[in-house]
C-alpha cells in the first residue's frame, strides 16, 4: 500500500506532488482573496492584482520545494544576471514572434495601422509591467514546479502533450473563443505552450520563458493593438481590418486565433528542437525524451 504514495528511491511520487501543488495553490489562493479585494483600485496602476497571482505561486512553490529540501533554483527560478539577460532575450524573441505573425497578415491584405489617439510611452511600461505579472504566473503555473515534476514521471513529450492542452484549454472561457476562432485559438495556444517548454528545457531556467511570453502579449497588445486572448489592451497602433477571414486575420481574440501564427509557432518550435541549449550546459537540456 505504501508503495502508491512512495517511489522505490523512498521518495513521494511525481503525481502526489502536483496534486499537492495544486491544491495548497487553491487553498492559499481562497485564503489570500480577502486581501485582493481590500487592495485599492487606485493602486492597480503600480501594483496589477496578477502580482498577487505571482506572489501565491512563488509562496506555494516554495514549500513544495522546502518539503523536498530544494533551492528556487531547481525549477528554474535563479535571480541574477544571466536570468535578466535571458528574459530580456526571450522578450526580443516574443516580439519578432509576433512581428513576424502580423507581418505576413497584413502583406495578404488583412488589415491596415493607424496611430491611436491618446496612447504614449506611459501606456507601454503600464503594460509591459502588466504583462510580466501575467507572464511570470502563468510559466510558473505551467512550466515550473508541477509541469517539471511531470517531466519526471511521464517524459518530456507526455509533460508537453498534458501541458499544452491545459494551457489551452484554460483559455476557452476568453471573449471571442468561438466557432472556427475557438479551434485556431486552441491550436495556437497549445503550440505556445510546447514552444515555451521547449524554452526552459533547452535553458534549465524559467527566465527565457517568460521573456517570450512577456514579449509575445506586450507586442500583440500594447505596441501593435490587437486584443491578447481576446482581452483588450491600449496599443501605441490600431488595427483596421479589410473583411479578410477570422482564420487568416484572428479578428476579435487576437493574432493568436490566425493561420500565420501556427505556420510562425511551428518554424519557432523547430528551431528550439533542433537548438542544443547554451553552451555552458545544464541538466534540464538534455534530449528530449
Known amino acids: 500500500m505504501l508503495g502508491v504514495f512512495i517511489d522505490n528511491q523512498g521518495t513521494v511520487r511525481n503525481g502526489w506532488k502536483i496534486l499537492g501543488f495544486l491544491a495548497l495553490l487553491n487553498l492559499v489562493g481562497f485564503a489570500t482573496t480577502p486581501l485582493v479585494r481590500l487592495w485599492p483600485a487606485a493602486w492597480q496602476g503600480v501594483?496589477?492584482?496578477?502580482?498577487?497571482?505571482?506572489?501565491?505561486s512563488l509562496l506555494v512553490?516554495?514549500?513544495?520545494?522546502?518539503?523536498?529540501?530544494?533551492?528556487?533554483?531547481?525549477?528554474?527560478?535563479?535571480?541574477?544576471?544571466?536570468?535578466?539577460r535571458e528574459t530580456a532575450l526571450g522578450a526580443l524573441g516574443g516580439f519578432m514572434l509576433m512581428l513576424t505573425t502580423a507581418g505576413f497578415i497584413r502583406g495578404l491584405g488583412g488589415f491596415h495601422w493607424i496611430r491611436t489617439t491618446g496612447t504614449g510611452p506611459a501606456d507601454l511600461v503600464a503594460g509591459a509591467w502588466f504583462f510580466l505579472?501575467?507572464?511570470?504566473?502563468?510559466?510558473?503555473l505551467f512550466r515550473g514546479y508541477a509541469f517539471q515534476r511531470t517531466v519526471r514521471g511521464l517524459g518530456f513529450r507526455g509533460a508537453q502533450i498534458l501541458f499544452a492542452l491545459a494551457f489551452a484549454s484554460g483559455h476557452w472561457g476568453n471573449p471571442g473563443m468561438t466557432g472556427?476562432?475557438?479551434?485556431?485559438?486552441?491550436?495556437?495556444?497549445?503550440?505556445?505552450?510546447?514552444?515555451?517548454?521547449?524554452?526552459?528545457?533547452?535553458?534549465?531556467?524559467?527566465?527565457?520563458?517568460?521573456?517570450?511570453?512577456?514579449?509575445?502579449?506586450?507586442?500583440?497588445?500594447?505596441?501593435?493593438?490587437?486584443?491578447?486572448s481576446g482581452t483588450e489592451a491600449p496599443?501605441?497602433?490600431?488595427?483596421?481590418?479589410?473583411?479578410?477571414?477570422?482564420w487568416l486575420t484572428g479578428g476579435a481574440f487576437g493574432l493568436e486565433a490566425s493561420a500565420a501564427c501556427a505556420l510562425v509557432c511551428g518554424a519557432a518550435i523547430f528551431g528550439l528542437w533542433r537548438w542544443k541549449g547554451w553552451p555552458s550546459g545544464g541538466a534540464s537540456r538534455s534530449s528530449v525524451s
Open 235 to 246: 496599443g501605441w497602433w490600431t488595427p483596421v481590418f479589410h473583411g479578410r477571414p477570422e
Open 133 to 140: 505579472a501575467v507572464a511570470c504566473f502563468e510559466e510558473i
Open 61 to 84: 512553490t516554495w514549500l513544495c520545494l522546502r518539503a523536498e529540501e530544494k533551492p528556487f533554483a531547481e525549477v528554474g527560478l535563479h535571480p541574477g544576471g544571466r536570468f535578466l
Open 180 to 228: 472556427a476562432t475557438k479551434a485556431w485559438a486552441t491550436l495556437n495556444i497549445a503550440l505556445a505552450a510546447v514552444l515555451l517548454a521547449f524554452c526552459w528545457r533547452r535553458t534549465g531556467s524559467l527566465a527565457l520563458p517568460i521573456g517570450v511570453h512577456l514579449g509575445w502579449n506586450w507586442t500583440q497588445g500594447n505596441l501593435l493593438g490587437f486584443r491578447v
Open 47 to 56: 501594483l496589477p492584482g496578477r502580482w498577487f497571482d505571482v506572489a501565491i
